[in-house]
């Protein structure tokens, strides 16, 4: 988990869970959040967020580092698509 570079999302390293019962997940780990991506989380919020949520979109790779196969996610928020406008086409 390098943090020495700027990250402009949420990471996540999710590693199998050792799992006693049934209705523990899966999978569990740690997780990263840049303190410009929450200010740019509550930004985004205040402008596309609807009542109760903010759309996200997620990513994720399967991985195999020294600790065994794990799951690299990352999230960010989902961008309003932009409607293109027609004004500038000639005819």
Do not use: C
């Not at 402009?8 to 799992?19: A, H, Q, R, S, V």
């Not at 006693?20 to 991506?37: A, L, M, S, W, Y």
């Not at 994720?60 to 086409?89: C, H, L, Q």
């Amino acid at each position: 988990m390098a943090a020495d570079r700027k990250e402009d999302k949420t990471l996540l390293w999710m590693y199998p869970n050792e799992k006693k019962n049934e209705k523990q997940p899966d999978f569990t780990g740690p997780g990263r959040i840049h303190k410009d991506v929450l200010k740019e989380l509550v930004e985004a919020y205040k402008k596309h967020g609807d009542d109760d949520n903010l759309k996200l979109r997620a990513a994720a790779w399967e991985r195999s580092g020294k600790n065994g196969p794990y799951m690299f996610i990352t999230i960010e928020v989902e961008r309003p698509k932009v409607e293109e406008s027609n004004d500038d086409i000639p005819f």
